[in-house]
Nanobody, 121 residues
Framework: QVQLVESGGGLVQAGGSLRLSCAAS????????MGWYREAPGSQRELVAAITSIGRPNYADSVKGRFTISRDNAKNTVFLQMNSLKPEDTAVYYCNTNAKRYYGDYVGSYWGKGTLVTVSS
């Protein structure tokens, strides 16, 4: 299996910054995209940002210009630098990756358990 472990969540005031990290481990043959989703109370899980294996990022309109996604392919790790945080960014942030566990495997989607980000006004 592929395990994802997130870290870096916490409580921050509006206008502040946080950096989330997510490390993938376990049986990994290759990793395609890696990304971050978030789920606020009463809302559906939504894409925040994703990055391809060659480093091409994609952002939700609500975070463009404030968040930056990056990855370290050698360490199977993805980061999310969050600046100018707003109370509406409060949510549980989940790491996601599309990966193969072995040669010939299908591309599976794997999720971390989430890390809570709370932005106070």
């Amino acid at each position: 299996q592929v395990q994802l472990v997130e870290s870096g969540g916490g409580l921050v005031q509006a206008g502040g910054s946080l950096r989330l990290s997510c490390a993938a481990s376990g049986s990994i043959f290759s990793i395609n995209s890696m990304g971050w989703y978030r789920e606020a109370p009463g809302s559906q899980r939504e894409l925040v940002a994703a990055i391809t294996s060659i480093g091409r990022p994609n952002y939700a309109d609500s975070v463009k210009g404030r968040f930056t996604i990056s990855r370290d392919n050698a360490k199977n790790t993805v980061f999310l630098q969050m600046n100018s945080l707003k109370p509406e960014d409060t949510a549980v942030y989940y790491c996601n990756t599309n990966a193969k566990r072995y040669y010939g495997d299908y591309v599976g989607s794997y999720w971390g358990k989430g890390t809570l980000v709370t932005v106070s006004s």
